[in-house]
């Protein structure tokens, strides 16, 4: 079992930034592919980014790119979502998701772990 923890959520004007974290415990492992959704009521929920354990590649809704950074600390089994230049169309709940056999990112089927996700509001 995985537990996973986000923090960092809050209300926030647009243009401005706010750091996501999602801390692991349990039986963690670099193998497993860690990605952030968010999800709004009465909408699909939606990846926002991915990280492979392996090698580090990132893949990025087009949503979010050149805006969102995801990285992982592995030794303190941490992902992180660095969320610049907010707009109010992110507004949403972040989940922080863990999967060890996905093969489709944006499929959040193929995640095994869910956290309990974190609220970012970003007002205009």
């Known amino acids: 079992q995985v537990q996973l923890v986000e923090s960092g959520g809050g209300l926030v004007q647009a243009g401005t930034s706010l750091r996501l974290s999602c801390v692991a415990s349990?039986?963690?492992?670099?193998?497993?592919?860690m990605g952030w959704f968010r999800q709004t009521p009465g909408k699909e929920r939606e990846l926002v980014a991915a990280?492979?354990?392996?090698?580090?590649?990132?893949y990025y809704a087009d949503s979010v790119k050149g805006r969102f950074t995801i990285s992982r600390d592995n030794p303190n089994n941490t992902v992180y979502l660095q969320m610049n230049n907010l707009k109010p169309d992110d507004t949403a709940r972040y989940y922080c998701?863990?999967?060890?056999?996905?093969?489709?990112?944006?499929?959040?089927?193929?995640?095994?772990?869910w956290g309990q996700g974190t609220q970012v509001t970003v007002s205009s």
């Open positions: 990280i492979y354990g392996y090698d580090g590649r990132t």
């Open positions: 349990g039986r963690t492992s670099t193998r497993y592919v």
């Open positions: 998701a863990a999967g060890l056999r996905v093969s489709q990112l944006a499929d959040g089927r193929q995640y095994d772990y």
